[in-house]
């Protein structure tokens, strides 16, 4: 197995996260269009405190990425500040699969959240295999929403 890393991404590798989701939508079979990196780079950064998102380096490449949107609660009387992830885009170039990338992706996203004030995590797993893949990393709920609870029980 090789060996995989993943970082929080930043400013900085605003093209690397670009690129990465043009290669996730033309494997969707989308098409390229002029100028869409610099469109995504541009909205990308505008929106990166409510956007994590992770890549992975593996056989000395970019391996994937993970692609979530933050929601925050609206205050609630005698309640702390919360916020829930929706994940938007999992994508491993096919170079890379089978390494556990997706699953270091996952891992990373669900630490990263124990440390902030996310209480749940939710994506939508429309077949039975991305299903089972996140069930091993303790996602819930049997059908294609999906969600990874952080709440302490009461």
Not at 42 to 59: C, G, H, N, S, V
Not at 73 to 92: E, I
Not at 97 to 126: C, F, H, Q, Y
Request: glycine letters at 6%.
């Amino acid at each position: 197995m090789a060996d995989v890393v993943v970082r929080r991404a930043g400013a900085d590798d605003a093209f690397i996260v670009a690129a990465l989701h043009l290669q996730f939508a033309r494997e969707l079979g989308l098409p390229s269009e002029p100028g869409y990196l610099d469109r995504f780079v541009d909205a990308w950064l505008a929106e990166r405190p409510d956007r994590p998102t992770w890549i992975a380096e593996a056989r000395r490449q970019h391996a994937g990425i993970l692609e979530t949107r933050r929601i925050r609660a609206l205050p609630w009387p005698g309640r702390k500040d919360v916020s829930w992830l929706h994940v938007g885009g999992l994508f491993v170039i096919p170079d890379c699969r089978d390494l556990g990338v997706a699953r270091a992706l996952t891992e990373a996203m669900i630490e990263w959240s124990r440390s902030t004030d996310v209480k749940w995590i939710r994506v939508n797993a429309p077949d039975e295999k991305e299903q089972q893949f996140y069930e091993r990393l303790g996602f819930s709920s049997p059908g294609r929403l999906m969600e990874f609870d952080l709440r302490d029980p009461e």
